[in-house]
């Protein structure tokens, strides 16, 4: 069985999964548009309106519909909905596109503390200062209700990892001692909302960051596939706590063709490994022999033992090539 035919749906993160700074990240479009599967692309960016989310992919060469894009925003407008009478006054902090989904949830947004929001609606914005995260300390202090889109700390971009929505949100928590409820991932709510979209039974939740895409997925009790495209590496796995050990495990999404169970933990590509202590040696594999492989054979091991694996050790001159490819 191949992925395509074991799974009926994808539910796809963006940045460093379909793309790095904007650019396709490699054979991604081709494989999500010849994988056959219904997706919906689950994403913690708050900063941009799902409309305009899919104009990028369909600039890419994804065929997308806004209705296809699930945003941490609309989660957490959802989640004001579900805590906060309809029509009441809501604080946003976040780009215009944030404070539309509000308005159109029927929402009165406000800027300003002394309109007394019932609650505080908090995404990334790259121009968000001092001025507004007071106003939004000011109004969680006189008991309006905070909600976070994600608690990212950090956020990819071309030049590498700037400050995350969690990292503006820490200074909020820092004020005034209230820690907000986060609507994205790695909560299971926005990957529920996306499958619930599609109908479908069996989704597979794809992405490249362990403690949000794959936490998440894993959190809403779903497969999930860990693509070495984007944040988290080989070394990442290979120590990844229960919460965020993905099912499957590839370098590139071009997987959908492939049997499922060549993704698995397990001894892969002629690769053997042993635990010694914290140790855990490689040996065997062949010339054409891959550092996935030697991933998917190691996490067999040292996910089943219980023990911490400190130091990764190549044992044959396979083993120590791949391991030399490893980050």
């Given amino acids: ?106 929402f009165t947004v406000t800027d300003t503390a002394d309109d007394r929001p019932a609650a505080v609606l908090h995404g990334h ?3 968000t200062g001092w001025r507004q995260l007071s106003e939004a300390a000011l109004a969680i202090r006189e008991g309006a209700l905070y909600l976070a889109s994600n608690l990212d700390t950090t956020l990819p ?21 209230v820690t907000p409820i986060s609507a994205g991932k790695p909560e299971p709510a926005m990957f529920h909302s996306a499958a619930g979209t599609l109908g ?16 998440g997925g894993v959190a809403a009790g779903m497969d999930t596939l860990c693509v070495l495209t984007g944040v988290s590496g080989h070394h990442d796995v290979l120590r990844a706590p229960q919460t965020q050990r993905p099912t499957l495990i590839s370098d590139t ?8 169970d060549t993704l698995r933990p397990g001894p892969r590509g002629g690769f ?17 022999s891959t550092p996935v492989q030697a991933l998917l054979t190691a996490v067999d091991v040292a996910w089943t033992s219980g023990v911490r694996v400190d130091e990764v050790d190549g044992v044959s001159a396979d083993a120590r090539r791949v391991l030399g490819q490893w980050w």
């Fill in 1 to 106: 069985m191949t992925v395509a035919t074991d799974y009926d749906a994808l539910l796809l993160d963006l940045d460093g999964t379909i793309y790095q700074g904007g650019a396709a990240i490699p054979g991604a479009v081709s494989a999500v548009g010849g994988s056959g599967l219904p997706a919906v692309y689950v994403t913690n960016n708050a900063s941009r309106a799902p409309r305009d989310v899919a104009e990028q992919l369909n600039d890419l060469g994804l065929e997308t519909t806004p209705d296809q894009v699930m945003t941490s925003a609309l989660a957490a407008i959802q989640l004001a909905q579900e805590r906060v009478p309809s029509g009441s006054t809501v604080l946003v902090l976040g780009t215009d596109s944030f404070r539309e989904l509000a308005l159109d949830a029927g």
């Fill in 125 to 127: 914005n790259p121009e």
């Fill in 157 to 177: 971009k071309e030049r590498g990892l700037h400050v995350g929505n969690g990292s503006m949100v820490a200074a909020v928590v820092s004020a005034t001692g």
């Fill in 200 to 215: 479908c039974r069996a989704p597979l939740a794809v992405g490249d960051r362990l403690d949000t895409d794959i936490a």
């Fill in 253 to 260: 999404l071009d997987v959908f063709d492939r049997e499922t």
């Fill in 272 to 288: 053997t490994a042993t635990l010694d202590g914290g140790i855990l040696r490689i040996d065997g594999g062949t010339p054409d």
